[in-house]
């Protein structure tokens, strides 16, 4: 953020690790919040989410349902939002309109006696509504008196197609632009109720009958023959050949979850779906918001029911439109689309469905539908999709004007507002002066919550959260292993070190085998975890440790280099040395041959640096750039240098580190190899202070562009690069001239980037998922502010308690 003015009403010294729990009275304040537009674009009716645990409140809090959001005097729109449907409040929404890179501060209160929903406008609706007053002949109600809207509904066995017993024969959702049913029986297809009026129209739909609304009316129509089809949007199973929509189940409830101003949405749980010679329990939940066409559906099933199709109702005479998938973040969201002449109403109508590019396994069609081909998640999948109608108001008559709304939406969903909060919860645990016992605190809590919150669900075969899939040998788990295992022996707590050695060890088989570790792939990432094998076999001796990291070293004695000597990044990345792998490889290797080798390989591992400083290093501001090409053969490399286009904080966060951990293992005799790594210390020290943001004491995303309004602060390359300078003036590496720009960096993250919750446990917030080069991923500025930010990453989690840990030590 470039102002962060919200922030410095109190975030002036670090606080006591233990929780303080303010007590919060009516119209008392428990956020304030920057929100930015990253966009040199307006972005009109932005819905805002916050998750009411991140605000400070706790689970059942009743003051979930007694938010508002206040700019100065004004009441913004806002809602409370039950996710779950357990009747307690998950998550606050709040609408706002932004220009192009504005940014606007909002405060967060407590206010039971403000009906702030009544304030505002109704511009979303979801319901459901059955006959009443007749009976059922056969699979016909008949003789009904009219309709009731319920709230949930599980149609009775006889309810088929047309049994004239739901209105308009199935759930409708809407917001004030364009509205939707889901056919509630065997045909499971989406479809379109367009308008001539941006107000809500569902209410009045189908409560003089099924024929009326496919006709033009004063509200508009039913605008989308649907057919044996998906309709717009739909679900199903992809069997190879053709679309199997959810049609053969047991049967259904539905249910009303929100019929709000800001947000609806209803669930369908269809139970026994015969999909592939299984029965699977499937549950979708479908959302719509404030000013927009697009409705989200997440999916949750029992069990995978094999390749799942999302798509649209194929037309003659229509065309498929692919988005964009030459875009460099795999998590980036694009589309496929139909446009023509479609509609009931012979005049123009687009629909499309929106995906994250790398779930994508193939687009493909079948006689009735245009199909995205899905890889899903192990227990389910969100997307979106969407419909335009060239009588809507403002309505889209042309292709090109389709497209442009599309690539714009496609944006705004890769790229959200950027946020920044401060709870009251934060401030009052943000008190008192930085000590050094106070920083060890906070890499003690933030342990603890780390291991609340994952369980062993980074031990092998269990799963694991930030892969949203089964735990497997990762270079994260070994660095947050560590990161807990220095608390444990910086503050003598065995437990820590316990939990540690449980989850590395899990990996480890009798034999020294390394479960899901293959050297063949070459590839360097794979080594980091290592490190912590080195660990156990120092405390243990115990053979198997030695043996598993054998099968590492020999790795490293194979793996391909550049022509000087350079490591590899992977094999599958030829010619390439990233930042990422001198961190991932050269601790690993320098400790290795320290216990094993006589320190016979402490020069390999020094020269990997040279390298990477001889090539990577820009002369001007003395940083380094993420990767090089030596054979400038990459799509992503500068044809001349080799080099990629940005300096990405992370990547030269695990330069910084691996400085310092390369330097434990250089034994004293080895002068020259320390001199050089020393002289490399203080050029990069150097670089860091002249690129530290002057008002928050942490670092850019891209280390060089603070002005952007997309760039944001980003803490795990702030917490490597506060571990960096920590741990080298500890040593000795560093003088003490840089201990004010570590000090006011670990403070910055403290304020910048810790919540603090109130069951007592801490978030780390505003990380970088994850980035990369190659296969679509191409180095750029757009590349590194579309990648996911995420809560509580062990990219940053793991050096936040390092840094702790460091700074601790400093303070002493």
Not at 740 to 759: C, L, P, R, S, W
Request: proline content about 3%.
């Amino acid at each position: 953020m470039k102002t962060n003015s919200c922030k410095a009403i109190a975030l002036t010294s670090l606080l006591a690790p233990s929780l303080a729990v303010a007590a919060l009275s009516s119209n008392e304040s428990i956020a304030t919040v920057e929100l930015t537009n990253p966009s040199d674009y307006q972005r009109s009716d932005e819905i805002v989410s916050f998750d009411l645990f991140d605000l400070g409140l706790r689970e059942n809090d009743p003051r979930g349902n007694q938010l508002v959001a206040m700019e100065g005097d004004l009441s913004l729109p806002s809602q409370s939002v039950d996710d779950d449907g357990d009747g307690s409040f998950d998550r606050f929404i709040v609408g706002l309109d932004f220009t192009p890179g504005q940014s606007r501060e909002i405060e967060i209160l407590v206010a039971p006696k403000v009906a702030n929903a009544n304030a505002f406008p109704k511009r979303t609706q979801a319901e459901i509504s059955r006959a009443v007053g007749g009976k059922w002949v056969g699979q016909v109600y008949e003789g009904g008196t009219g309709f009731e809207n319920v709230q949930s509904l599980t149609p009775p066995a006889q309810h088929k197609d047309h049994s004239l017993f739901v209105r308009y024969e199935g759930l409708g959702i809407e917001s004030d632009k364009v509205a939707y049913r889901v056919y509630l029986d065997r045909r499971n297809g989406f479809d379109i109720f367009s308008k001539t009026k941006h107000e809500l129209a569902l209410h009045n739909i189908g409560q003089d009958g099924f024929e009326s609304y496919h006709h033009l009316a004063d509200w508009g129509m039913d605008t989308l023959k649907v057919g044996q089809s998906l309709g717009t949007g739909g679900y199903g199973h992809w069997n190879g050949k053709s679309v199997d929509i959810v049609s053969a189940v047991d049967g259904w409830d539905a249910t009303i979850k929100e019929n709000a101003h800001l947000q609806s949405s209803f669930n369908i749980k269809y139970k026994g779906w015969e999909i592939a010679g299984k029965k699977v329990d499937l549950d979708a939940t479908l959302s719509m918001q404030a000013g927009s066409h697009l409705v989200h559906v997440d999916l949750e099933y029992s069990e995978v029911p094999g390749p799942i199709a999302i798509g649209l109702v194929k037309h003659a005479g229509t065309e498929l439109i692919e988005g964009d998938r030459d875009i460099s973040n795999f998590g980036a969201w694009t589309y496929i689309a139909s446009w023509g002449k479609q509609s009931l109403n012979d005049d123009y109508l687009g629909m499309a469905v929106f995906f994250r590019k790398g779930s994508l396994e193939k687009i493909t069609q079948d006689d009735s539908n245009y199909v995205a081909v899905v890889e899903t998640g192990n227990t389910g999948y969100d997307y979106y999709f969407c419909s335009t109608w060239e009588k809507e108001p403002n309505g889209i008559g042309s292709k090109e004007a389709f497209v442009a709304y599309l690539d714009r939406q496609m944006e705004k969903l890769t790229l959200p507002v950027r946020r920044e909060v401060v709870t009251t919860l934060d401030l009052a645990n943000k008190q008192g002066p930085l000590t050094a016992e106070r920083a060890l605190g906070y890499s003690v809590q933030m342990s603890e919550s780390e291991m609340k919150r994952l369980g062993y669900g980074l031990a092998l075969n269990q799963y694991d959260p930030d892969r949203e899939g089964i735990a497997k040998w990762t270079y994260t788990t070994g660095l947050l292993m560590q990161a807990i295992d220095d608390t444990a022996a910086a503050t003598q707590r065995a437990d820590l070190r316990s939990y540690a050695d449980k989850v590395m060890n899990s990996y480890v088989e009798e034999d020294g085998t390394i479960t899901g570790y293959n050297a063949k792939s070459f590839n360097i990432d794979m080594i980091n975890s290592g490190k912590y094998l080195l660990r156990l076999w120092e405390r243990s001796k115990d053979e198997k440790y030695k043996i598993a990291s054998e099968h590492l070293r020999a790795q490293l004695a194979d793996h391909p280099r550049t022509s000087e000597g350079a490591f590899w990044h992977k094999q599958i990345y030829p010619n390439q040395l990233w930042l990422d792998g001198v961190y991932m490889g050269m601790p690993f290797l320098a400790h290795y041959s320290q216990l094993f080798e006589d320190g016979s390989e402490a020069k390999t591992a020094v020269h990997e640096f040279e390298i990477a400083r001889k090539h990577m290093r820009d002369s001007k501001t003395g940083l380094y750039y993420h990767g090089w090409d030596e054979s400038r053969e990459q799509s992503w490399a500068d044809k001349k240098t080799g080099l990629s286009a940005e300096f990405w904080a992370r990547g030269y966060g695990w330069y910084t580190m691996a400085l310092v951990d390369v330097m434990d293992f250089l034994p004293e005799s080895q002068k020259d190899l320390r001199k050089t790594m020393i002289k490399l210390m203080v050029e990069v020290a150097d670089s860091l202070v002249g690129v530290q943001d002057p008002d928050t004491g942490t670092w850019y995303q891209v280390l060089d562009k603070p002005e952007h309004p997309a760039n944001y602060t980003e803490s795990s390359s702030s917490s490597m690069f506060v571990y960096f300078m920590a741990k080298a003036i500890n040593e000795g590496y560093l003088s003490d001239k840089y201990k004010d720009a570590v000090i006011k960096g670990y403070q910055g993250m403290v304020n910048e980037f810790i919540t603090f919750h109130a069951d007592g446990s801490l978030s780390l917030k505003d990380v970088c998922k994850v980035a990369g080069l190659g296969f679509g991923r191409d180095g750029s500025f757009d590349y590194y502010m579309k990648e996911d930010i995420v809560d509580n990453g062990p990219h940053g989690v793991g050096p936040f308690i390092l840094a702790g840990v460091e700074v601790s030590k400093l303070l002493k």
